[in-house]
């Protein structure tokens, strides 16, 4: 009987996004059989399959302590979990993003705000010379609770952030003018190697770039400063399965934005090769750990 891999999902992608489905046939042809899983079905028997892949789990966000709770179940079950229980745990939290920025990546400028200071958010973007903001949740997927901010609306974004530093965490980021004129890049590692990389770009109008909200993206080489910081990044850290570094540039610095190692979307249907180079990394991982 061939390895068994469950391709975790949310339920309102049960039968896996059409992007992830085209890793099915690959993992296939490599002798394991996959098929997708809700990861907060509790009737499902995890225990019963090789391995867990995270793929589309978009609403993990809303129940954290949940999903982190399954990951713990995951793991004391012996069940192997790609990416690994560690690398999950602390990639759930964007606070990750202290932790590279003090291992010398370049982040884009950010606010970090803890539950019991007096922060005023127009004061703040004056100080800072910023004449734009986002503000983010520190806990967060598809641009979910995301504002942008401005000294005119600031006031009233004050609610916001004040909520959100209050439960799971606010962050503020600043507003990189560069994602409207030139785009926000995506750089996708399998195994810690690079596969492809997209160029996103937002709506008309709106400032995320998530197609979500009419934002595109297209298959693009990235230039040489985001290669080189996305590759550094991704290996400075423990081995991971697959990755997904967001960025941009700015005076011709990669400026990391987020790496998303929990259930980034991979644009696999944007290259030929990619759904063979992830099917490679889920395999080789499964093997080592058999």
């Known amino acids: 009987m061939p390895p068994r891999i469950a391709l975790a999902t949310s339920a309102k992608y049960s039968a896996l996004t059409e992007d992830d489905r085209l890793l099915l046939n690959p993992l296939n042809e490599r002798g394991l059989a996959a098929e997708p899983a809700v990861w907060n079905d509790r009737t499902f028997a995890w225990q019963s399959y090789d391995a867990v892949v995270l793929r589309s789990c978009w609403d ?60 005023e958010l127009q004061e703040q973007l004056h100080e800072l010379s910023w004449e734009k903001a986002v503000i983010k949740p520190r806990i967060s997927a598809t641009a979910y609770r995301t504002q ?29 003018d560069s994602i409207t004129t030139e785009g926000e890049w995506s750089l996708m590692f399998f195994g810690g190697q690079f596969s492809h990389a997209v160029l996103k770009m937002p709506g008309t109008g709106d400032f995320r770039v998530q197609n979500d909200f009419g934002g595109t993206s297209r298959i693009v080489d990235p230039p040489r400063p985001a290669l080189e910081t996305a590759t550094r990044t991704v ?29 980034p979307a991979l644009f696999l249907e944007s290259h030929p090769a990619a759904p063979s180079r992830f099917a490679d990394a889920i395999a080789k991982a499964l093997s080592s750990r058999r």
């Open 60 to 119: 993990y966000h809303l129940q954290p302590e949940e999903f982190l709770r399954w990951i713990a179940s995951l793991e004391a079950a012996g069940v192997p979990i790609f990416n690994s229980a560690a690398l999950i745990r602390w990639n759930a939290n964007k606070i990750y993003l202290r932790d590279l920025e003090a291992q010398g990546t370049a982040i884009v400028p950010t606010l970090w705000s803890e539950p019991g200071s007096t922060v």
């Open 148 to 176: 942008l901010v401005t000294a005119e609306n600031a006031a009233s974004a004050q609610i916001l952030f004040d909520e959100l530093r209050s439960c799971v965490g606010v962050m503020v980021q600043k507003f990189m």
């Open 235 to 263: 290996r400075s850290l423990e081995p991971s399965v697959y990755a997904r570094v967001d960025g941009v540039i700015e005076s011709g610095q990669f400026l990391l934005m987020e790496l998303e190692l929990i259930e």
